[in-house]
């Protein structure tokens, strides 16, 4: 059993105006100005929530759903690179249009009502062939990345270009640019020159002219026309980030497959799950060392782990688990603005005079990323797990801003490997706040943490949490847990259960938690506003305080009637529901929705994006009506406890394909027009051993797959009319075991001699993916 105890005496925090050049007003009289702890929208604090995602990497006729998931998933803010060789791949030849139509991105991203920062480098990274530089550039006698004014005319004539583009979308024009991020990393990391690595191993630098760059870019791009509210660039590594002109950004990842290219054999336990203060002048953290105080500026994050690419050196798989952990690790740390890289997946385009613009540890294509949104639109549990994060921030969003880390002692001094110490932080304002509990660690086998107190020592009480029982945590969980919360004019004391939203119906409030893995669900309310509770799956026991206390297997609603007359409500999911948990405003009410399927709602329409199954399920509060079409077929709704339910029996299936193995590591595919009809994607499930997977039609390399021990995936539908025409050839390379080169001919002739090769395809299978469309009454009730 662990007791562990925080001082929160002291909760208030210094927050003041910046004077510097960053913010900004639009037509409409909104605006962005900044504190030194958050960013303030309109006026108000503003919790910023951004994911990647990389236009010029997906099919643009599939862009529009893709934002909607990501806004769906509690997205407000899209950061995406703009790649120059994408661009300009050959010298002097901009293209613009179908997938690198950035201006038809930005316009759909303003349809959503999601803003958007532009990440224009010059040099990017972002794992792209030469950083994202064209390849042109090598053939000139000037150092890029420098102040030498031959390679400014260059970055200035694309900087031009994205000007161009971009007019009338700006922020200031009521468009969705809020931002703009300036070069990559400068002065910290390069990347190899793909024309010359393997023979010369040269590299792109990283940089010769610290903030003096930085800021002759800046002056470029406001030239250019490039003009937003807030221009950023990366703080890490020593970058040069000059905080008068731009605002550092930080992140942090916790798989670093780039380590594996040097003496490095075993993967490290990273410091990323540790409880820090980001905001504090005395704080000395683990890859945040910044060249300010960081008391006097916000602490924002562009580059959290929101997945990692594998390497060719570094096969794994990214537990989804430590995503949403990552999150809670730096907003408890003082973050009041998160940003995941990458969030939706996507795949490298081809080039005209170079085949493939990645980098040459990661696939040629893929840059699936292990994203919470896959390079197909495939939803991963990590965005499950973050949407109930994102809605909880968005629910606090300006009481969170304002509340002050506050750390047990020690707390930054656990070291990774430590997995009995718990790990836990407070943010704090006045006398309320949050508790937030992590027991995930990287490359470390943890377990549950059982049988702990945590004891809130405020400045006119002290908090016992739980009362009279203990708190057990989930191996690999991560929780927040409310105490002293207003709800509606009733104080929550504490819960050992974690909000998700609320919403309001009928003149009654709502709210929405969850019981996190391991836990058991209690909530103590003070006693002298109660008038009765009414509760099921769960039970009321009344001392000094009242404690509802809600069961773990199934939902619990407890309707709590207070001496002034008004109601209100407390439902509780479980951890398994909690995941499924949708909240979207339709028809000018707001509405929650538990789907196990994806859901899009757009311009009042719903669509839920089903997989071949014999039922689809939704469970509606308030409610989609007493009946609803889906599909066209009539569905009436059943009382469901708080919830209306819709079933839908359904004809989907997944079809069966046409496979010939040529070898054991070699499989033909056949389609026909059937394999397509009535659906939105096909993904293709490829089960395998091997080194590497490459998947062509007519010999043309279409996808490829590092193999790790995952499914590889494959979405068809874009393909279709060549592969009905032509098919699909798969091929496993081989894992191979004592090979080597034989090389002692006389004649210039060299022999591969390998001792024994791997590689297996499994299975091989399809699945469909349906676009059902709902249709409700105009006012439902």
């Known amino acids: 059993m662990g007791i562990y105890s925080i001082d929160v005496k002291h909760p208030l925090k210094n927050i003041y105006p910046l004077e510097t050049n960053f913010g900004g007003s639009n037509t409409s009289g909104e605006s962005y100005r900044f504190t030194n702890y958050y960013i303030e929208k309109n006026g108000r604090p503003y919790f910023g929530i951004s994911g990647e995602f990389h236009y010029s990497r997906y099919h643009c006729e599939k862009w529009e759903d893709e934002i909607i998931k990501m806004k769906m998933g509690g997205i407000d803010i899209i950061p995406t690179y703009v790649f120059w060789n994408h661009h300009e791949e050959e010298q002097g030849i901009f293209e613009w249009e179908k997938n690198k139509d950035l201006r038809a991105f930005l316009k759909l991203c303003k349809k959503h009502e999601v803003q958007v920062i532009l990440r224009i480098g010059p040099f990017a990274h972002g794992e792209a062939r030469n950083g994202g530089m064209p390849e042109w550039l090598f053939g000139r006698p000037f150092d890029i990345r420098s102040n030498d004014e031959a390679y400014l005319v260059y970055v200035k004539r694309f900087f031009d270009e994205i000007g161009r583009q971009i007019y009338g ?66 703080g890490w590594g020593g970058a040069s980030a000059p905080e008068e002109e731009v605002l550092p950004l930080w992140g942090g990842y916790a798989f670093w497959p780039w380590i594996f290219y040097g003496d490095v054999k075993e993967h490290p336990a990273t410091p990323e799950f540790i409880f820090r203060d980001y905001h504090n002048n005395h704080t000395e953290n683990d890859g945040f060392d910044p060249a300010y105080p960081p008391e006097s500026l916000p602490y924002a994050c562009c580059e959290m782990g929101g997945g990692m690419t594998v390497f060719y050196q570094y096969r794994f798989k990214l537990p989804y688990e430590s995503v949403d952990a990552m999150a809670g690790i730096k907003v408890a740390g003082g973050c009041n603005f998160i940003g995941y890289y990458v969030f939706h997946g996507g795949s490298n385009p081809k080039g005209k005079k170079t085949p493939f613009l990645n980098e040459n540890a990661t696939p040629k294509i893929s840059y699936d990323y292990q994203a919470p949104i896959g390079e197909f639109g495939q939803i991963r549990e990590s965005y499950k797990r973050l949407k109930r994060q994102h809605y909880f921030y968005k629910e606090m969003e300006e009481m969170l801003c304002q509340t002050k880390t506050i750390l047990p002692e020690g707390a930054s001094d656990i070291e990774p490997s430590d997995i009995d110490t718990l790990r836990f932080a407070v943010r704090a304002y006045k006398d309320s706040g949050f508790i937030f509990i992590n027991n995930y660690q990287d490359h470390v ?19 016992q949490i739980p009362g009279d029982s203990k708190l057990t945590l989930a191996k690999d969980e991560n929780c927040i847990l409310p105490y002293n919360l207003n709800m509606r004019g009733l104080k929550l004391k504490y819960a050992t259960t974690q909000l998700i939203t609320s919403l309001e119906y009928e003149n009654e409030p709502y709210y929405f938690f969850f019981t996190p893995k391991g836990m058991k669900g209690e909530y103590c309310f003070e006693n002298e506003d109660i008038q009765t509770v009414t509760i099921d799956n769960g039970q009321m026991i009344t001392k000094e305080n009242t404690f509802i206390q809600v069961s773990d297997q199934a939902n619990s609603i407890a309707t709590i009637l207070l001496k002034t007359g008004k109601k209100l409500h407390v439902c509780t999911l479980t951890h398994e529901d909690s995941l499924h948990f949708w909240k979207f405003s339709f028809k000018g009410r707001e509405q929650v929705i538990l789907s196990k399927d994806t859901l899009l709602v757009d311009d009042e329409k719903i669509r839920v994006e089903a997989t071949g ?57 056949h389609f026909s027009p059937e394999h397509f009809e009535g659906i939105k994607e096909l993904l293709l499930n490829i089960d395998y051993v091997g080194d590497i997977g490459y998947a062509f039609i007519d010999g043309e390399l279409i996808h490829d797959n590092f193999c790790n021990g995952r499914p590889w995936e494959i979405g068809l539908q874009q393909h279709k009319q060549a592969l009905l025409e032509k098919g699909m050839y798969l091929y496993i390379s081989p894992v191979k075991e004592n090979s080597f080169v034989k090389s002692d001919s006389p004649m210039a002739a060299r022999t591969e001699v390998v001792g024994k090769e791997i590689a297996t395809i499994k299975s091989i299978q399809a699945t469909a993916i349906y676009d059902v469309k709902i249709k409700v009454a105009h006012n439902p009730k």
Do not use: C
């Not at 086998?445 to 908090?463: A, G, M, P, W, Y």
């Open 169 to 234: 979308l700006r922020f200031k024009e009521g468009g969705p640019i809020i931002g703009t991020q300036i070069e990559n990393e400068y002065e910290h990391a390069g990347a190899p020159w793909e024309m010359t690595t393997g023979t010369s191993n040269e590299w792109l630098p990283a940089g010769r002219d610290g903030d003096a760059h930085i800021k002759k870019l800046k002056e470029l791009v406001i030239q250019s026309g490039i003009e937003t509210p807030l221009y950023t660039s990366t």
């Open 613 to 669: 199954k014999e039922r689809l399920e939704l469970k509606a509060f308030p409610g989609l009506g007493d009946s609803i079409l889906m599909d066209g077929e009539e569905i009436f709704s059943e009382k469901n406890g708080l919830f209306k339910e819709y079933k839908k029996i359904t004809q989907y299936s997944h079809p069966k394909i046409e496979v010939k193995k040529v070898k054991s590591n070699k499989a033909v595919i």
């Open 445 to 463: 086998k943890t377990r549950d943490q059982k049988d702990f107190t945590i004891s809130v020592n405020l400045k006119s009480e002290t908090l």
